[in-house]
């Protein structure tokens, strides 16, 4: 895998991923694991992001979009990484009548990341916040690498 060929957002094909956990491990990228297994709407989403993705020490659980991004965003700012990934696995478990809150929790994670790219202070440093879909079924295709097969 090459780094150049993901966007912020990157969908792709649930095999990919353990290359994908090794190509973030070997570039040093904060990596991030959102266990999707359950995750079928709002509500699911905030739980499950409880439990496998940080906030800032004392940082309430919340389950409001601006909120968490804002946590999370404080807990870049507050680590010495200059790029993080999330990988939410198994991404097709929203396409069962979750649809809405996939494309709000997508939506909530690219203004994050653009958020982190442009910070509004000049003191702050910018960061990188990739997000990775990872899925099964025809919505996940893999990762074309431009290498032949």
Request: with cysteine.
């Amino acid at each position: 895998m090459e780094k150049g060929l993901f966007g912020l957002r990157t969908v792709l094909a649930a095999a990919q991923g353990p290359a994908l956990h090794a190509a973030l491990a070997e570039w040093g990228i904060e990596t991030y694991r959102l266990d999707g297994r359950t995750v079928q709407d709002r509500a699911s989403f905030f739980a499950q992001a409880r439990i496998d993705l940080p906030r800032p020490a004392g940082a309430a659980a919340t389950d409001d979009w601006a909120a968490w991004t804002d946590h999370f965003a404080e807990y870049c700012a507050g680590s010495p990484a200059s790029e993080f990934a999330i990988v939410w696995t198994h991404v097709e478990e929203m396409l069962h009548g979750g649809l809405p809150a996939l494309l709000e929790a997508s939506d909530a994670l690219l203004g994050l990341a653009r958020q982190l790219y442009s910070p509004a202070s000049p003191n702050s440093r910018r960061k990188v916040l990739y997000l990775f879909l990872l899925g099964e079924g025809p919505n996940f295709p893999p990762l074309e690498t431009g290498s032949p097969a």
